[in-house]
C-alpha cells in the first residue's frame, strides 16, 4: 500500500465496526456513555453549534456563487459534516432530504473500496447523482470533500444542489417522461471529479457538450466545492482549537445523543402502537404525445403505510402493499425514500438545532424488493420520485399526527405536504440560444392544516421546509416567458374547522421564442393524493392546464384593453379576454411547442383541512371570501354560512341566525344520508368480488396482490374472500411492470 492510501488505511474496516457495533449495543459506535456531553454540557452545545454554524455560513457562501435560480432565489441546496465512516454530524438548513442521501453516497464509496482504487487524498473532490448509489434523483447532484488532519482522514464535508437541467430526453431536471435512467440525463457516479482542490477540466466539457444550460450546473458546482471547503477550514479551525482525539470522540457522541433525543421525543409525543395509511397517486399519461417506447398507461398508485411505534420510541415504518416500479419516472430508490424519511422527522419533530444521522438511526425502513420503493433493477427511472415521495410522507406525517393527538399534544397536529407540481421547459430562449430550466416556484405550495389553525397559503413543500417560490423578475430573466400574473388559487386548500393552505396559480406569455417546450409533472389526477384529518376534506387535486395559442395577447396590448392575469374566480377568464386556440389540458402538460404570445398557466396543490367544516368560524369563512382565498358559494355548499349583501358593493356580512338553521339542516341531511356500516360493507364487498373498478383500480390490485402475498392475505381477510382469491388478468392488458 502506498504512503497515500495509508491516510484511509482501515476505512472500510472501520465502518464495519462501526455498524457491527451499533447492531450489538443498539447505540452508535456502540457509545453507551456520552462522557464529553457529561463531563461539560455547555461545552457539548457550542462545539456543536460551531459546526452548525459552519454548515449554514457555507452554504449561504455559496448561494452567491451559484448562478441558478433554484439555488440562490429559492435556497435548493444543503451542506452537512461527515465522520470519517460517513455519518452526518451537523447539517444546515434548506434541503435536508439529501443530509442521509449524501451519507449513504460516502458509505457506498467506502465499500466499494476507494481507499484503494480510484484513492481518497487530500484535496480530491467526488460528485455523485445516481439514485441507486445515494440521492433521490438525476438532478440532485452532490459533492463531497474528504477532511484531513496531518496524514489522518477525520471527516467529510458535503453539499448538494438541485439543478435546474440535467440534459434528459426533455428539458429541465425531472425528466417525466423518462422510462428507464437512459433517458434521465447526465449520470455522473460516484466519480473522482477534482484533484488537489481543483475541478478537473474535462468534467467541465463534459457538463458544457451534454447539457442544454450548463452555466447552472458547473457554477453550482464551483458553489459546492466553496461551501465544502469552507466546511472543511471550519473543522480543521475546531480540531486546532479541542485537539482531534477530542474531534473524533464528540463528534460521534453528538450522532448518538441524536438518536437518544428522537427516541425520547417519540415517547414523549405519541402513543405506542401500531397506525395505518393510505393515500393515492394518479398519473393520467394515456393518449398524450411523446416519446413512450414502453407504454403510455394511465397510472394509478397504492401509496400504503403501516407505522409500528415501539415502547423505546424507534419508529419503524412498513410500505407492503406496495406495487411494483414501472416503466415511467415515478420510481424511487431506498436512498429516496430514506431522505423523504430524514427530512420530514428533521422539520416535523426535530426542529431544534441539534439534528444529524442519529435521528434517522432511530427509525427503520421496510421497503419490499421489487416494489417502487425499493427497484430490483437499477435500469429503472427515479426522475419524478417525488411524485410518490411527497404522498407517502404526507401520509407519515399523519400518521404521527395522530400519535401526537392521543397523546394530547393538539398544537403538534400537522396534516401534512402534498405534492407541488412542477413545471420544466426548454426551446430557444429570449437571446436566441437553446436552453432547459426546471421552475422551482413549486417550492411554494399550501401546507395541510394544523389543529390549531388554518395551515400555511403558498409557504410549504416537504422537501425544504424554507420554501420560497423566487422573484419573478430573476426568473423572468432564465427563461422566455413573462409572468400575466401570480394569484391565489381559491378553494385550493381543502376544508375543514382549520382549512389546509392555499396554493397559486401562474400565467405567462411566451416571449420573443419561437419555439418553448413545456412538460409538466408530479400532480395527481382523478384521485386525491392528501387526505384531511379528523373530519376534514383532503384538497383538490383535479390539475388541468389552460393554455390559449395564437392568442390576441400583444392586440389588447396595444389597444390598451385589459388583460387577464389568471383564469379567475370562475375559471373562464382566459375565454373572456383573448381569441384564440383555447386548450383545456388534464393532468401532465406534454403537447406540441408553444410560440410568441401563446399563453399558458399552471397551478399548484394546497394541503388538507382539519376539523368539521361546519364548525370553522363564519368569521373566517367571510374573511377567506374577501381575501379571495374562497368563492361565496364554496362558504355556503362546504361550510353551510349564510350571507347578506354583496361583494360587489363591499357590503357583504354574515347573517348569523341563517347560518345557525342552514348548518343544523345540513348536520341533518348528514345523517339521512349515512347507512349501517354492515350494509355499506355487504355493497362493497359485491363490488369487490367482482372486481367492478375502474381499470385503473383493477390493474392496482392485481399488481399488489401478485407482488405481495402478505398484502394479499390481508385483503381477502377484510373482505371475506376465499383463499387464493384473485383477479384474473385480461389477456393482452398492460400491468404496472409490463
Same mark, same amino acid.
Given at each position: 500500500?502506498?504512503?497515500?492510501?495509508?491516510?484511509?488505511?482501515?476505512?472500510?474496516?472501520?465502518?464495519?465496526e462501526s455498524e457491527a457495533l451499533l447492531a450489538e449495543t443498539g447505540c452508535y459506535d456502540g457509545i453507551t456513555n456520552l462522557e464529553c456531553r457529561d463531563m461539560d454540557p455547555l461545552k457539548f452545545e457550542t462545539i456543536h453549534m460551531k459546526l452548525r454554524a459552519g454548515c449554514v455560513s457555507a452554504r449561504e457562501i455559496a448561494r452567491?456563487?451559484?448562478?441558478?435560480?433554484?439555488?440562490?432565489?429559492?435556497?435548493? #441546496?444543503? *451542506?452537512?459534516?461527515?465522520?470519517?465512516?460517513?455519518?452526518?454530524?451537523?447539517?444546515?438548513?434548506?434541503?435536508?432530504?439529501?443530509?442521509?442521501?449524501?451519507?449513504?453516497?460516502?458509505?457506498? #464509496?467506502?465499500?466499494?473500496?476507494?481507499?484503494?482504487?480510484?484513492?481518497?487524498?487530500?484535496?480530491?473532490?467526488?460528485?455523485?447523482?445516481?439514485?441507486?448509489?445515494?440521492?433521490?434523483?438525476?438532478?440532485?447532484?452532490?459533492?463531497?470533500?474528504?477532511?484531513?488532519?496531518?496524514?489522518?482522514?477525520?471527516?467529510?464535508?458535503?453539499?448538494?444542489?438541485?439543478?435546474?437541467?440535467?440534459?434528459?430526453?426533455?428539458?429541465?431536471?425531472?425528466?417525466?417522461?423518462?422510462?428507464?435512467?437512459?433517458?434521465?440525463?447526465?449520470?455522473?457516479?460516484?466519480?473522482?471529479?477534482?484533484?488537489?482542490?481543483?475541478?478537473?477540466?474535462?468534467?467541465?466539457?463534459?457538463?458544457?457538450?451534454?447539457?442544454?444550460?450548463?452555466?447552472?450546473?458547473?457554477?453550482?458546482?464551483?458553489?459546492?466545492?466553496?461551501?465544502?471547503?469552507?466546511?472543511?477550514?471550519?473543522?480543521?479551525?475546531?480540531?486546532?482549537?479541542?485537539?482531534?482525539?477530542?474531534?473524533?470522540?464528540?463528534?460521534?457522541?453528538?450522532?448518538?445523543?441524536?438518536?437518544?433525543?428522537?427516541?425520547?421525543?417519540?415517547?414523549?409525543?405519541?402513543?405506542?402502537?401500531?397506525?395505518?395509511?393510505?393515500?393515492?397517486?394518479?398519473?393520467?399519461?394515456?393518449?398524450?404525445?411523446?416519446?413512450?417506447?414502453?407504454?403510455?398507461?394511465?397510472?394509478?398508485?397504492?401509496?400504503?403505510?403501516?407505522?409500528?411505534?415501539?415502547?423505546?420510541?424507534?419508529?419503524?415504518?412498513?410500505?407492503?402493499?406496495?406495487?411494483?416500479?414501472?416503466? @415511467?419516472?415515478?420510481?424511487?430508490?431506498? *436512498?429516496?425514500?430514506?431522505?423523504? #424519511?430524514?427530512?420530514?422527522?428533521?422539520? @416535523?419533530?426535530? !426542529?431544534?438545532?441539534?439534528?444529524?444521522?442519529?435521528?434517522?438511526?432511530?427509525?427503520?425502513?421496510?421497503?419490499?424488493?421489487?416494489?417502487?420503493?425499493?427497484?430490483?433493477?437499477?435500469?429503472?427511472?427515479? *426522475?419524478?420520485?417525488?411524485?410518490?415521495?411527497?404522498?407517502?410522507?404526507?401520509?407519515?406525517?399523519?400518521?404521527?399526527?395522530?400519535?401526537?393527538?392521543?397523546?394530547?399534544?393538539?398544537?403538534?397536529?400537522?396534516?401534512?405536504?402534498?405534492?407541488?407540481?412542477?413545471?420544466?421547459?426548454?426551446?430557444?430562449?429570449?437571446?436566441?440560444?437553446?436552453?432547459?430550466?426546471?421552475?422551482?416556484?413549486?417550492?411554494?405550495?399550501?401546507?395541510?392544516?394544523? *389543529?390549531?389553525?388554518?395551515?400555511?397559503?403558498?409557504?410549504?413543500?416537504?422537501?425544504?421546509?424554507?420554501?420560497?417560490?423566487?422573484?419573478?423578475?430573476?426568473?423572468?430573466?432564465?427563461?422566455?416567458?413573462?409572468?400575466?400574473?401570480?394569484?391565489?388559487?381559491?378553494?385550493?386548500g381543502g376544508a375543514g374547522k382549520y382549512r389546509g393552505g392555499n396554493a397559486f396559480m401562474s400565467t405567462w406569455v411566451i416571449n420573443k421564442s419561437p419555439e418553448v417546450?413545456?412538460?409538466?409533472?408530479?400532480?395527481?389526477?382523478?384521485?386525491?393524493?392528501?387526505?384531511?384529518?379528523?373530519?376534514?376534506?383532503?384538497?383538490?387535486?383535479?390539475?388541468?392546464?389552460?393554455?390559449?395559442?395564437?392568442?390576441?395577447?400583444?392586440?389588447?396590448?396595444?389597444?390598451?384593453?385589459?388583460?387577464?392575469?389568471?383564469?379567475?374566480?370562475?375559471?373562464?377568464?382566459?375565454?373572456?379576454?383573448?381569441?384564440?386556440?383555447?386548450?383545456?389540458?388534464?393532468?401532465?402538460?406534454?403537447?406540441?411547442?408553444?410560440?410568441?404570445?401563446?399563453?399558458?398557466?399552471?397551478?399548484?396543490?394546497?394541503?388538507?383541512?382539519?376539523?368539521?367544516?361546519?364548525?370553522?368560524?363564519?368569521?373566517?369563512?367571510?374573511?377567506?371570501?374577501?381575501?379571495?382565498?374562497?368563492?361565496?358559494?364554496?362558504?355556503?355548499?362546504?361550510?353551510?354560512?349564510?350571507?347578506?349583501?354583496?361583494?360587489?358593493?363591499?357590503?357583504?356580512?354574515?347573517?348569523?341566525?341563517?347560518?345557525?338553521?342552514?348548518?343544523?339542516?345540513?348536520?341533518?341531511?348528514?345523517?339521512?344520508?349515512?347507512?349501517?356500516?354492515?350494509?355499506?360493507?355487504?355493497?362493497?364487498?359485491?363490488?369487490?368480488?367482482?372486481?367492478? !373498478?375502474?381499470?385503473?383500480?383493477?390493474?392496482?390490485?392485481?399488481?399488489? #396482490?401478485?407482488?405481495?402475498?402478505?398484502?394479499?392475505?390481508?385483503?381477502?381477510?377484510?373482505?371475506?374472500?376465499?383463499?387464493?382469491?384473485?383477479?384474473?388478468?385480461?389477456?393482452?392488458?398492460?400491468?404496472?411492470?409490463?
Amino acid at each position: 500500500m502506498t504512503e497515500t492510501n495509508s491516510m484511509t488505511a482501515g476505512l472500510r474496516k472501520r465502518l464495519e465496526e462501526s455498524e457491527a457495533l451499533l447492531a450489538e449495543t443498539g447505540c452508535y459506535d456502540g457509545i453507551t456513555n456520552l462522557e464529553c456531553r457529561d463531563m461539560d454540557p455547555l461545552k457539548f452545545e457550542t462545539i456543536h453549534m460551531k459546526l452548525r454554524a459552519g454548515c449554514v455560513s457555507a452554504r449561504e457562501i455559496a448561494r452567491r456563487i451559484s448562478a441558478s435560480p433554484g439555488v440562490r432565489e429559492v435556497g435548493e #441546496m444543503v *451542506a452537512a459534516i461527515y465522520t470519517p465512516e460517513g455519518d452526518a454530524v451537523a447539517i444546515s438548513n434548506g434541503i435536508m432530504v439529501h443530509v442521509h442521501t449524501m451519507s449513504r453516497f460516502i458509505k457506498w #464509496m467506502i465499500k466499494n473500496d476507494y481507499e484503494h482504487d480510484p484513492e481518497i487524498n487530500p484535496g480530491d473532490i467526488f460528485a455523485n447523482n445516481d439514485a441507486f448509489i445515494g440521492t433521490v434523483q438525476v438532478p440532485d447532484v452532490m459533492d463531497v470533500v474528504p477532511i484531513f488532519h496531518e496524514d489522518e482522514l477525520v471527516g467529510w464535508a458535503g453539499a448538494v444542489c438541485h439543478e435546474l437541467e440535467a440534459g434528459g430526453i426533455t428539458p429541465g431536471g425531472d425528466v417525466a417522461l423518462a422510462q428507464e435512467r437512459f433517458g434521465e440525463g447526465l449520470f455522473i457516479c460516484a466519480e473522482k471529479i477534482g484533484l488537489n482542490d481543483k475541478i478537473r477540466r474535462d468534467y467541465v466539457i463534459r457538463c458544457e457538450r451534454n447539457l442544454r444550460m450548463p452555466i447552472y450546473w458547473i457554477l453550482d458546482e464551483q458553489a459546492k466545492v466553496a461551501a465544502c471547503f469552507s466546511m472543511r477550514d471550519r473543522v480543521l479551525e475546531l480540531i486546532e482549537e479541542v485537539g482531534v482525539d477530542f474531534y473524533k470522540k464528540i463528534s460521534k457522541e453528538f450522532i448518538e445523543e441524536g438518536r437518544r433525543t428522537q427516541l425520547a421525543r417519540v415517547r414523549q409525543l405519541t402513543v405506542p402502537g401500531t397506525y395505518r395509511s393510505n393515500t393515492f397517486y394518479g398519473h393520467v399519461t394515456k393518449g398524450k404525445p411523446g416519446f413512450q417506447p414502453l407504454g403510455d398507461p394511465d397510472w394509478l398508485y397504492s401509496i400504503p403505510l403501516k407505522m409500528d411505534i415501539k415502547l423505546d420510541g424507534k419508529i419503524v415504518v412498513d410500505f407492503e402493499g406496495a406495487q411494483p416500479w414501472g416503466y @415511467h419516472s415515478m420510481n424511487c430508490t431506498p *436512498a429516496g425514500m430514506d431522505g423523504g #424519511m430524514f427530512v420530514t422527522l428533521t422539520q @416535523h419533530m426535530n !426542529f431544534e438545532g441539534l439534528v444529524n444521522d442519529g435521528a434517522w438511526l432511530a427509525t427503520q425502513l421496510k421497503l419490499p424488493k421489487g416494489t417502487w420503493t425499493n427497484p430490483d433493477s437499477e435500469f429503472c427511472a427515479t *426522475a419524478t420520485s417525488w411524485a410518490l415521495l411527497l404522498p407517502a410522507y404526507g401520509a407519515f406525517q399523519r400518521m404521527l399526527s395522530r400519535g401526537f393527538l392521543a397523546r394530547g399534544f393538539l398544537e403538534e397536529v400537522f396534516v401534512g405536504q402534498v405534492n407541488s407540481p412542477m413545471i420544466e421547459m426548454g426551446g430557444i430562449s429570449q437571446y436566441g440560444k437553446p436552453f432547459g430550466i426546471a421552475h422551482f416556484e413549486c417550492a411554494a405550495a399550501g401546507s395541510g392544516a394544523l *389543529a390549531i389553525k388554518d395551515g400555511l397559503d403558498t409557504a410549504y413543500v416537504g422537501w425544504n421546509p424554507e420554501s420560497d417560490m423566487g422573484n419573478i423578475e430573476i426568473w423572468e430573466l432564465d427563461m422566455p416567458m413573462v409572468y400575466l400574473g401570480r394569484s391565489i388559487l381559491p378553494n385550493s386548500g381543502g376544508a375543514g374547522k382549520y382549512r389546509g393552505g392555499n396554493a397559486f396559480m401562474s400565467t405567462w406569455v411566451i416571449n420573443k421564442s419561437p419555439e418553448v417546450r413545456i412538460v409538466t409533472s408530479e400532480h395527481s389526477s382523478r384521485v386525491f393524493d392528501n387526505a384531511g384529518m379528523c373530519g376534514g376534506y383532503p384538497a383538490p387535486t383535479c390539475q388541468k392546464h389552460r393554455v390559449v395559442r395564437n392568442s390576441n395577447i400583444y392586440q389588447r396590448a396595444e389597444q390598451r384593453k385589459p388583460l387577464a392575469h389568471s383564469t379567475g374566480l370562475d375559471q373562464n377568464d382566459l375565454e373572456q379576454f383573448y381569441q384564440g386556440n383555447q386548450q383545456i389540458i388534464e393532468g401532465p402538460h406534454i403537447t406540441a411547442p408553444m410560440k410568441e404570445g401563446d399563453i399558458f398557466t399552471h397551478s399548484y396543490n394546497g394541503g388538507g383541512g382539519y376539523g368539521d367544516p361546519l364548525e370553522r368560524d363564519p368569521v373566517l369563512v367571510l374573511d377567506d371570501i374577501i381575501q379571495g382565498h374562497s368563492s361565496q358559494i364554496h362558504g355556503e355548499r362546504v361550510h353551510g354560512v349564510r350571507f347578506k349583501g354583496s361583494m360587489d358593493d363591499e357590503t357583504l356580512e354574515i347573517d348569523f341566525p341563517q347560518t345557525v338553521t342552514t348548518r343544523k339542516r345540513l348536520r341533518s341531511e348528514r345523517l339521512q344520508r349515512a347507512v349501517p356500516v354492515k350494509e355499506w360493507f355487504e355493497s362493497e364487498k359485491s363490488k369487490v368480488r367482482q372486481g367492478d !373498478f375502474a381499470p385503473e383500480v383493477l390493474k392496482m390490485y392485481r399488481a399488489a #396482490m401478485d407482488l405481495s402475498e402478505e398484502f394479499a392475505r390481508e385483503f381477502r381477510a377484510f373482505w371475506q374472500l376465499e383463499n387464493g382469491f384473485a383477479y384474473p388478468e385480461k389477456e393482452q392488458e398492460d400491468i404496472c411492470n409490463e
